[in-house]
């Protein structure tokens, strides 16, 4: 699933993009590079959370976690009373949210990084790098 996820994020906007310019060729930008690289990167992304969701209920059904009729996530609980009814046997995170949130945090971090140490400035138009 972290594969599939990781090339969501970066795999299907960079193979967009590559289809895009191999439509592009030399010369001023043309609507065919663009609507190219939208269809592409729509097309893929589209197969790429398809192929997650199933990922995702292939290892609910291995490691025999129901899905429920009304799940709430545990962000949007309730922090005034936890009643055990309404947790339900199996209160916690699945692995699709583990995963979820270790991508945004990596995402978060590589944007820090490039931010603080490679990106360039427009005030003295310096590289940024240390």
Do not use: C
Not at 1 to 29: D, E, F, H, K, Y
Not at 39 to 59: C, D, E, H, P, T
Not at 112 to 130: K, N
């Amino acid at each position: 699933m972290s594969v599939v996820l990781l090339n969501l994020v970066t795999g299907s906007p960079l193979m967009a993009i590559w289809l895009g310019a191999r439509v592009q060729g030399a010369g001023p930008p043309t609507m065919a590079a663009f609507f190219t690289f939208l269809g592409s990167f729509a097309a893929f992304s589209f197969l790429l959370v398809r192929l997650f969701a199933g990922l995702s209920r292939a290892y609910n059904e291995l490691t025999g976690r129901r899905p429920t009729v009304r799940e709430h996530l545990p962000w949007l609980r309730s922090l005034r009373g936890e009643r055990p009814a309404e947790m339900g046997s199996k209160a916690g995170l699945s692995p699709l949210d583990l995963i979820l949130v270790f991508m945004v945090l990596a995402a978060i971090l590589a944007f820090e990084i490039w931010f603080f140490f490679y990106s360039g400035s427009p005030i003295d138009e310096r590289t940024g790098r240390v």
